[in-house]
């Protein structure tokens, strides 16, 4: 024992003498003046207006982020962000008071690297003094409605380590900065306050709530971000910026502005210096009015501004100049140069009580027709992308880390995850995943993932084959949706493999293209799978177009362990027709069930009639139809609005439906039942129950979309249900807690609903679902979407839409998504999941399921035989973790850590049995790696957790925060409550010897003889 602890404690040295070094803690020639130090004295007796100088720079819109850095295509939008950057430091320069605000680290970390040695000192020393502030910090502005919560703190993440590593403390941002994303998302604020911000600032919220805020001087808030976590841990100090992020009227300066510049030289013609200051501080005292202290914040900037920074600074000199110079006649009005953090810090010193905020800022509408509520589905193949990118990147990630240096430099070459974690980290932008960017941007970013994916797949490679000690090439087939792959179609035996990225055994039924009518498969033991063969149906070959042959599909069930593989042999064994009764029916049938569910269908329509849950013994009335809302086209007595790819405006509120029967194949054998329904040439779907699965899938497909009628469509599929659901249904927030959603309704304000379908949408990151006192029907979608629910027991969500104007903000071009594969309009795939539950265990099904359709196996194929030798299953836990506990990330910080983030996935009180505190043995944790030291961070890891002190702000509610947390039992063993996440730095070193792996010996065991040799530290 007493070996053990000085063991331990060796360690602990160790690791601290070398971890300790992060984060990157400058040591600058004067101790630096940065943050709240920096700022500007303010006087006390008077109005003080914060002047923040910005500007805004989108990571990809009308132009893709290089050519926004470089300033290309000046012909689409004049826009060049490394001459901001060159104007703004020559700026700074010539006089110590001025201030700017920089924020998409994107940007400013491609500038950096080309700036020489004496440029890079001149900049840290303008950052050191607090003259160039990083505010938000992230690579990008992430969209908030469209996002997953793993991706946006991995993109936090990344951009927050570039500044924390270049500059060192003083380049840890203290303020949020959200100017310009469509609405607010609670989970955000919730991952702010737990990055250690001191406050957010926003720019857009839906006119009626500022307008009754401004009123009642609640612009600004702190906002109670959790329903789980214990105050203040998800409390955020939140501010309303007073003219979205743009200067107010008059006193625009930039190159881009028509405003009149200073003009104070009496002997010339036009002076004007009278008219400046009395326009300001009138415009300061209106300001005031609708704030609450005797700090306002003005942004002197916007979009793209600043490229020739002379013209702002030059003015603004001038301006504070003139304005304080009235403090001699009397006038009591002070203004300076400020940033955020400053003005921030201002509010704080009063000591003021402000409003408290439960719910979030969907969904956001600009005017009475105008809810930007038709992004949350715009685009939704790239939404699609992106989402399965982020499992492609934890997978990649978490091989990294199991598979030590030659994951990256191994037989298949040279791979990495960095290509993959930037373009996943500019997919976050609130003109990317949003869908609201121009479609050569669109194919810009879809184009970087598939790139990142590429480096990403040598990296898996090689790890894969280090693992299993098998060199033989491996097979990545991206379109298994539409039946594609190459190597089944063809080959008479082959191996798959299927990595498992969930910390829990999970089992997955796989679907492969073959051109055989029966196949042997056998498990990493040897044993024999039960597999069938069906044929491809007739909407799958049709939106393949040519790019596949199979003429059926093997269908089989595979297990994977935790953060781990397990590997297939499948073996031809007859090639020729398909059995009879392999052939689908034409016709419904009753019911189909497995020993979970039963759905029935109507044998006259062809549609879903009910569901049923057999284990609780409960049934609901269930009926699902394709829809579609007509688009405005503007052309309206109410409003000249149209749809478009930030605005949802249908022409009327009823839908048209698309068909009122489908036609009808089923098809039921051992491992699915799936009833292919038919109901236009551009609407199919397949209605699926898996022997194992507890979720009804409903795998649609839409498109073309026709528009010959000139008509813009928006479809929907659309639950009607028996569930007596009250005006209410619930929706997540950005794949993480769940908030309640009442028709025609807003929690902080009493809402004139304008539009009655466009008005009641919100964004489904993750899941959606309606209830009564007996049943909750859940539905878990498989990327963002927009919902509603309409009418009691109805549940609607849009899938694609096709456009054929533009919305007028901004973007120029009607959401008309066409290729060179599909030319006459997109066709998109994708799967809702259904699930029926008493309420009070729904989240028992939910919440695994919504992570299995979040983190998906990745199934690679090697053809051939494989050698005797090859290890056929592994595992990298040690043990399976508790079913609460998800394992966020997993990814090499530097050569000896390990970045590590463990998540309780379940709210409070949301499940007797899993809503409970767990502990995880960090010690105890993975296979292959020894943990040798362990330092919790905040959640972005640019501070360590016990270094993390936030300004504390007062709730007019006066409620006292709650006692801190209580302490881990021990170093290694560390608890987790509900919706918490925490993070580590681990150091680690690769095992010489694996542990026996997971759950079975593989029939041919080598694992241990294959690994590299790994330098002892
Ligand atoms: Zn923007």
Redesign the pocket.
Known sequence: MATLVYTQFVFLLLFQSSVWGFPVRQTPQESPTCGYKSCHATKPGMLNVHLVPHT?D?VG?LKTVDQYFYGDRNDIQHAGVQYILDSVVDQLLKNPDRRFIYVETAFFYRWWKRQTDDMQNTVKQLVNEGRLEFVNGGWC?SDEATTHYSAVVDQMTMGLRFLNDTFGHCGRPRVAWHI?PFGHAREHASMFAQMGYDGFFFGRLDYQDRSRRMAAREQEMLWRASESLTPPMADLFTGILPNGYNPPEGFCWDQSCDDPPIRDDPDLEDYNVDDVVTRFLSIAHTQALVYKTNHIIMTMGS?FQYENANLWYKNLDKLIHYVNQQQSNGSKVNVLYSTPSCYLQELHRTNLTWPLKGDDFFPYADSAHDFWTGYFTSRPALKRYERISNSYLQTCNQLEVLGGPISRKGPFGAGDSETMKKAMAVAQH??AVSGTEKQHVANDYARRLANGWAHCQVLVSNTLSSLSGSSAPRVYCEHLNISVCPLTETSKKFSVNVYNPLARPVSWPVRLPVNGTAYSISDANGKAVDSQVVPVSQATAAVRRGRGYAVNELLFQVQAPPLGYSTYSVSLLQNGAPSPQASPLPRAPKAVQNKFLRVTFDPETGLLSSLSNLETQQTVKLSQNFYWYNASDGKNSESIQMSGAYIFRPNTSTPFIISKTAKIETLQNSVVQEVRQWFSPWVSQVVRLYTDSRALELEWTVGPVPIGDDLGKEVISRLDSSINSSGVFYTDSNGREMLQRRKDYRPTWNLRQSEPIAGNYYPINSRAYIKDDKDQLTVVTDRSQGGGSIQDGSLEIMLHRRLLYDDVRGVGEPLNETSDIYPEGLVVRGRLLLSLSPPATAADTHRPLAQEVVLQPLITFTDGELHPNTRLEFSGLQAVLPPAVHLLTVSQWDQDSVLLRLEHQYQASESKEHSQPVSVNLQKLFSTLDVLGVSEMNLSANQWKDEMTRLDWKAESGEKPLPKREGDPSMWEVNLKPMEIRTFLLRVRQRVNHQPPFQNEPITNQHCSINQPIPVA
């Open positions: 805004h989108d819109w502005m310009d979009d609130h003109d």
